[in-house]
């Protein structure tokens, strides 16, 4: 299959192309610089020139292709708020699902487990939770699930919390770094709250069984470590930068920006994604990875 490929050269969707093309897939990457198209011809891959804000370029990409992988989102800035980052991307998914309609090609699009309801154990047929902050993102699902009912074959893929392994830049390299700031790793009240992961390759591979099989309509969960209790993840932190253990009261005060993802509750499964597609994740979890001291070598 030709798989144009959004976020191509991303932390998820570099991992994406490598797994696409060992698996024999022509691979085509949406790319908004030099760097980025000199990367995806390194790794075997076409570039497209174009970003999100260029609905041209996304239906032609779109178009030209037997499938697409949607895992861009506009990286949120001073100058990009998180409501116009979401409004980008639904019109990224309306300009590529336009381009596939009727065609009973496959679109997958990138969404996240933190969608849902929090406190109980996510499924694949859970709606998000729109009352949220993140009701917002959740459009994002609405817009791919009616692209199902216009012969598009279109399916969401729901990452965990944490995407972890080589090169992440998200939320577990936040709380170390949070860490070594103020001298102390710490969670969240008593931090059994829950945080699902996944390893990135494995994710990469639930991307590509999305577009070589998964039926119109599906949600999918890349879920490894259904729920990880935060103290947990704190204490491999310690004990990594030699620093004391605590839980604090006061997240917002001390996790800031990261307070409400730091106190989410939010385990899911992935027992319905495995069943469906034969996913079966290989990779180590993300307190073995971050055992290995990989996190904090720099």
Known sequence: MRIFVTGATGFIGSAVVRDLIDAGHEVTGLARSDAAAAALESAGARPHRGDLSDLDSLRAGAAASDGV???AFTNISGTTSFPDACAADQAAIEAVGGA????????????GTGLLAQGQVAIETAEPDRGSPAALRARAEDLTLALATRGVRAVVVRLAFSVHGDGDHGFVPGLIEIARATGVAAYPGDGANRWPAVDRLDAARLFRLAVESAPAGARLHGVDDEGIPMREI???IGRQLDLPVRGVEDAEGHFGWLAPFAAADGPASSALTRELLGWHPQGPGLLTDLEKGTYFSA
């Open 69 to 71: 992988i949607h895992a």
């Open 100 to 111: 596939l309609e009727g065609s009973g090609k496959p679109l997958a699009v990138t969404s």
């Open 234 to 236: 704190a204490a491999v």
